[in-house]
Antibody, heavy 124, light 109 residues
Framework: QVQLVQSGAEVKKPGASVKISCKTSGYTFTNYYIHWVRQAPGQGLEWMGVFNPGAGGTIYAQKFQGRVTMTRGTSTSTVDMELSGLTSEDTAVYFC?????????????????WGLGTLVTVSS | EIVLTQSPGTLSLSPGERATLSCRASQSVMSSSVAWYQHKPGQAPRLLLYGASKRATGIPDRFSGSESGTDFTLTISRLEPEDFAVYYCQQYGSPPLVTFGGGTKVEIK
C-alpha cells in the first residue's frame, strides 16, 4: 500500500535551516509529484510547493520562493524539503503529500496520500 | 489571489444528521479545480472530493459536492461518528497556485 513516512520532529533556532524527508513506498516513485503543505498551530493548511521526482523540477509558492528547496533525497524513493531563514512564524507541522494522478505532464494539485506530518518548532 | 472562505466555522450536529459545509471563492474558479479534505487531529488529511464533486477512492457516497457560481458545498448526508473532524476546501489556479479555506469544524452536538 502507498505510504509516505516523514522524518522526526525538529527544534531550530531563528535564522537556521531545517530539512525534512519524506520516504515513499508502495508505488512507482518517479511517476507521482510530491507536494509540501504546512499547518501552523491553530491555523489552516498552506501549500508550499511541488516536486517532480522523475525530472527533478519544482514549482514553489511565491511566499516561499528563495527560502525553500525541494530535492530528491539520498535515500531511495525519498523527497527532501529544506526551509531556510527560519522565524517563529515557521513553527508548524509540515506534510508531504502525493499528487492524485501519476504519469502526468503537470501536477493535478489534488493530494491523495499524505504523511503524518513533521513538527518543526522555531524558538530561541 | 483567490481567497476561499468557509462557513460556518463550527457546525454542531448529532450523528445521523445532515451536514452542509460552504466554501466561497473570492473570484471565479474552475469547478474542476476544487477539492475537499477531512482532517482529524494527529492524522493525515484525507482527500474526499476533487473536481468539486468526484469522490476519491474509497470515499462513501454519503459525501457529495456541488457548486453554484463561486459557491461550493460539501454535504454529508447522514453523519457517522467517524465524520466529526475539520473539513477544508482547496483550489488550484493562478499563483500562489494552491489555496485552502480556513476550515469548518464539525463537532458532536
Amino acid at each position: 500500500q502507498v505510504q509516505l513516512v516523514q522524518s522526526g520532529a525538529e527544534v531550530k533556532k531563528p535564522g537556521a535551516s531545517v530539512k525534512i524527508s519524506c520516504k515513499t513506498s508502495g508505488y512507482t516513485f518517479t511517476n507521482y509529484y510530491i507536494h509540501w503543505v504546512r499547518q501552523a498551530p491553530g491555523q489552516g493548511l498552506e501549500w508550499m510547493g511541488v516536486f517532480n521526482p522523475g525530472a527533478g523540477g519544482t514549482i514553489y509558492a511565491q511566499k516561499f520562493q528563495g527560502r525553500v528547496t525541494m530535492t530528491r533525497g539520498t535515500s531511495t524513493s525519498t523527497v527532501d524539503m529544506e526551509l531556510s531563514g527560519l522565524t517563529s512564524e515557521d513553527t508548524a507541522v509540515y506534510f508531504c503529500a502525493r499528487d492524485l494522478l501519476g504519469g502526468t505532464y503537470y501536477p493535478l494539485f489534488y493530494f491523495d496520500y499524505w504523511g503524518l506530518g513533521t513538527l518543526v518548532t522555531v524558538s530561541s | 489571489e483567490i481567497v476561499l472562505t468557509q462557513s460556518p466555522g463550527t457546525l454542531s450536529l448529532s450523528p445521523g444528521e445532515r451536514a452542509t459545509l460552504s466554501c466561497r471563492a473570492s473570484q471565479s474558479v474552475m469547478s474542476s479545480s476544487v477539492a475537499w479534505y477531512q482532517h482529524k487531529p494527529g492524522q493525515a488529511p484525507r482527500l474526499l472530493l476533487y473536481g468539486a464533486s468526484k469522490r476519491a477512492t474509497g470515499i462513501p457516497d454519503r459525501f457529495s459536492g456541488s457548486e453554484s457560481g463561486t459557491d461550493f458545498t460539501l454535504t454529508i448526508s447522514r453523519l457517522e461518528p467517524e465524520d466529526f473532524a475539520v473539513y477544508y476546501c482547496q483550489q488550484y489556479g493562478s499563483p500562489p497556485l494552491v489555496t485552502f479555506g480556513g476550515g469548518t469544524k464539525v463537532e458532536i452536538k
